[in-house]
């Protein structure tokens, strides 16, 4: 407890801030939505770089958003899961050479292994909100990423495509439970 803030009155507040985290999630699956397009019409090279690039705007975007939504985009100071936000949010680009090198085996590999790094970037997510549900949704991004990298042979795309929808039905869930919660954020116990 730093600064006098119980762990619970953090996650309290970061799930209030961050709308039970649906604006960071609708953020995220409309740019892996934008790059799984480019990779069904256009090439594989263009969904890369629009997820890569897309990918570093994804915090900035959100908020953007968050404030645009008339809310605070950031977080109190005094909040002790701070450096574990800035900590959680440099896990994907530092681990991105993994799906760099994946890719340079297999091009279809790309997606699916980029699925695994966020899928595993959301675990500490589970703390930071004191949501479990985003174990959820590590899980099933893990679990697809591993089933279609095994399984989706010549299919480039098709792990872009479920991310997207992925972390677009988990946004539109959070969303749903942030309002059913009047603001204050999802219940730590909501699944």
């Given amino acids: 407890m730093r600064g006098g803030m119980s762990v619970a009155a953090a996650q309290s507040e970061v799930r209030a801030v961050f709308m039970g985290g649906s604006v960071g999630q609708a953020v995220s699956g409309l740019i892996w939505a934008a790059s799984a397009g480019a990779g069904t019409w ?4 263009h969904a890369i770089v629009i997820l890569v690039v897309g990918g570093m705007f994804i915090f900035p975007l959100t ?3 968050l404030r645009l939504a008339g809310g ?3 977080l109190d100071r005094a909040n002790p899961l ?7 949010a440099f896990i994907v680009p530092l681990t991105l050479p993994v799906a760099g090198a994946a890719a340079l085996h297999h091009l279809n590999w790309f997606y699916p292994a980029v ?4 899928g595993a970037h959301y675990l500490p997510f ?3 909100y004191g949501m479990r549900s985003f174990g959820i949704l590590a899980a099933a991004l ?3 990423g591993i089933g279609i990298g ?3 042979g010549e299919s480039f795309e098709l792990g872009g495509w479920v991310t997207a929808a992925l972390l677009l039905t988990f946004a539109v869930w959070a969303g749903l439970a942030h309002g059913r919660t009047g603001g204050v954020g999802v219940r730590p116990d909501a699944a």
């Fill in 63 to 65: 908020q953007l958003a």
């Fill in 142 to 144: 893990m679990a697809g």
């Fill in 126 to 128: 589970m703390f930071l």
């Fill in 150 to 152: 095994l399984g989706a």
């Fill in 42 to 45: 256009a090439s594989p090279r």
């Fill in 72 to 74: 605070r985009a950031t």
């Fill in 82 to 88: 701070n450096s574990l936000a800035m900590q959680v």
């Fill in 115 to 118: 699925m695994i790094l966020v």
